[in-house]
């Protein structure tokens, strides 16, 4: 059997709905490691959120931030960091329209106001407190990715930077901003241009709107029973939801273990 560089989304797809992680994922990824499998999780959180997910299923690579962070065996091998004038552009035209933001760098997220209740709402569904306040750290620190908290008819007031950025909806009340053409694709590319692989020999996971051009881009795009409807038409594979057992369903299907 070919061996494969797979990855998997966080959110959906390796985490339920209560953000945990299925006992039959854990056994498909433990096998799909015995099989000699390169496996990487591709996800929009930061490294050190991804981390204890990492250190439950014993990997150590990783796709972060949608494709601007990407770390294989405990080096970084891409970062593509926002720029510190565009940022300034974005938090004066945020702060003007009353829209707090996070900005997200390697090892902390601050908040561009003290409280925030999109915030609150927004990021407590990924099970993380609101953010300190503290407008210094986007200034000092190199950012690969800002949570723009606003509703989706608001994003028109940023249309101004759509030739350096783009916005990837994954909330009512919040957006993703990272560079433009950033995706968790780029993030691949980079990783099979370190490894010795091809596009084809690439399999990706995913259930959301920022996974879209990776289930594009993969050698084989899986998507979750409980994905975004746009994402499944974009699959090679719709696979069953993650609470039914879905990866370990798909990596079965696919031939990538035996059960």
């Given at each position: 059997?070919?061996?494969?560089?797979?990855?998997?989304?966080?959110?959906?797809?390796?985490?339920?709905?209560?953000?945990?992680?299925?006992?039959?994922?854990?056994?498909?990824?433990?096998?799909?490691?015995?099989?000699?499998?390169?496996?990487?999780?591709?996800?929009?959180?930061?490294?050190?959120?991804?981390?204890?997910?990492?250190?439950?299923?014993?990997?150590?690579?990783?796709?972060?931030?949608?494709?601007?962070?990407?770390?294989?065996?405990?080096?970084?091998?891409?970062?593509?960091?926002?720029?510190?004038?565009?940022?300034?552009?974005?938090?004066?035209?945020?702060d003007r329209q009353d829209h707090p933001l996070v900005f997200m760098g390697e090892k902390a997220l601050k908040a561009s106001v003290p409280n925030h209740p999109f915030i609150h709402e927004g990021i407590g569904t990924l099970k993380i407190k609101h953010p300190e306040h503290d407008l210094s750290y986007f200034k000092e620190n190199e950012i690969f990715q800002i949570l723009l908290f606003c509703k989706a008819e608001e994003e028109v007031k940023y249309e101004a930077f759509s030739e350096e950025i783009d916005?990837?909806?994954?909330?009512?009340?919040?957006?993703?901003?990272?560079?433009?053409?950033?995706?968790?694709?780029?993030?691949?590319?980079?990783?099979?241009?370190?490894?010795?692989?091809?596009?084809?020999?690439?399999?990706?996971?995913?259930?959301?709107?920022?996974?879209?051009?990776?289930?594009?881009?993969?050698?084989?795009?899986?998507?979750?029973?409980?994905?975004?409807?746009?994402?499944?038409?974009?699959?090679?594979?719709?696979?069953?939801?993650?609470?039914?057992?879905?990866?370990?369903?798909?990596?079965?299907?696919?031939?990538?273990?035996?059960?």
């Amino acid at each position: 059997m070919n061996k494969k560089v797979i990855f998997f989304d966080i959110d959906g797809t390796l985490y339920d709905h209560d953000k945990k992680i299925p006992e039959s994922t854990k056994r498909a990824v433990h096998l799909l490691k015995e099989k000699g499998h390169h496996l990487f999780i591709a996800s929009g959180r930061s490294p050190f959120l991804i981390k204890p997910i990492l250190e439950e299923l014993g990997l150590d690579s990783f796709i972060a931030y949608n494709g601007q962070y990407v770390m294989y065996e405990g080096e970084v091998i891409y970062g593509n960091p926002l720029k510190l004038e565009l940022m300034e552009k974005i938090y004066e035209t945020a702060d003007r329209q009353d829209h707090p933001l996070v900005f997200m760098g390697e090892k902390a997220l601050k908040a561009s106001v003290p409280n925030h209740p999109f915030i609150h709402e927004g990021i407590g569904t990924l099970k993380i407190k609101h953010p300190e306040h503290d407008l210094s750290y986007f200034k000092e620190n190199e950012i690969f990715q800002i949570l723009l908290f606003c509703k989706a008819e608001e994003e028109v007031k940023y249309e101004a930077f759509s030739e350096e950025i783009d916005l990837v909806r994954w909330h009512e009340l919040s957006t993703d901003v990272v560079p433009k053409g950033g995706s968790k694709a780029e993030g691949i590319k980079r990783v099979i241009e370190r490894l010795p692989y091809e596009q084809k020999d690439t399999v990706a996971f995913g259930d959301g709107l920022n996974d879209r051009e990776m289930i594009s881009f993969a050698g084989t795009g899986v998507a979750m029973g409980n994905a975004v409807n746009e994402l499944k038409d974009l699959a090679d594979f719709v696979t069953k939801p993650v609470d039914e057992d879905g990866i370990f369903h798909a990596v079965t299907h696919l031939g990538l273990i035996e059960e």
